[in-house]
């Protein structure tokens, strides 16, 4: 099945820099990387989304490899606020985007 | 501009009960989709409407359906309540259909008993 790859949890120091790596290598030339996050019991929301080109907004930057098959979310200085399940997700030719388990990221003071 | 805005918050039923559920989107936004969120399945699509009409469906019995309104709000019904059917309703919206950057609500948290 097509889908995205995620490790399951990470930590990462308050104040540092938090790397959240993805692999897609089944995603197709026109299809997008969407990274969401869901903090405890609340909705999903959006981070940042790209195609080809490396992306940054006021909230991450996402770098994707010049193959397509993985990506990196990257907040560039972590707080206690960015504890939360992150979803690395693409349509994979479906007419929606197909959540995984995503990684859970615990920052640490 | 206000987000999408799902009530009630929380809700309790018993088998065998109806509910319904609502959603308004973002102010222009024209499609909502509903998602069910479980811990065993994670978060799976249930349907997608656009301008009033269902144009996606995911994997789930009858007993699920939806309606969209021609300001774009969007309801969706469960019938037959199962204790299985105890989830987080999520609502999300987007500007056009099918794959979009989709805005979600805060859910709906059910609690079949």
């Known amino acids: 099945d097509a889908k995205t790859t995620q490790p399951p949890s990470m930590d990462c120091a308050e104040g540092r820099a938090a790397n959240l790596p993805c692999n897609h290598s089944?995603?197709?030339?026109?299809?997008?990387v969407y990274w969401y996050r869901q903090i405890h019991s609340q909705g999903p929301q959006y981070i940042i989304h790209?195609?080809?080109n490396n992306e940054t907004n006021e909230m991450a930057s996402l770098i994707i490899t010049e193959d397509r098959k993985s990506s990196t979310l990257i907040l560039p200085h972590a707080t206690l606020r960015d504890t939360a399940v992150y979803y690395c997700?693409?349509?994979?030719?479906?007419?929606?985007?197909?959540f995984g388990t995503g990684t859970r990221l615990t920052i640490i003071p | 501009k206000a987000g999408v805005t799902q009530t009630p918050r929380y809700l309790i039923k018993t088998r065998g009960q109806q509910v319904t559920l609502s959603c308004s989107p973002i102010?222009?936004?024209?499609?909502v989709s509903w998602y069910q969120q479980t811990p065993g399945q994670g978060l799976q699509f249930l349907f997608e409407?656009?301008?009033?009409?269902?144009?996606n469906k995911g994997n789930f019995p009858g007993r699920f359906s939806g309606r969209q309104f021609s300001n774009s709000r969007s309801e969706m019904n469960v019938s037959t309540l199962e204790l299985g059917d105890s989830a987080l309703y999520l609502c999300?919206?987007?500007?056009?259909?099918?794959?979009?950057?989709?805005?979600f609500g805060p859910g709906t948290r059910l609690t079949v008993l």
């Open positions: 997700i693409s349509n994979f030719g479906n007419e929606k985007l197909t």
């Open positions: 790209g195609l080809k």
């Open positions: 089944t995603i197709s030339g026109n299809e997008y």
């Open positions: 102010s222009g936004h024209r499609s």
């Open positions: 409407y656009f301008s009033e009409t269902q144009r």
């Open positions: 999300a919206s987007s500007w056009k259909a099918g794959v979009d950057t989709q805005y």
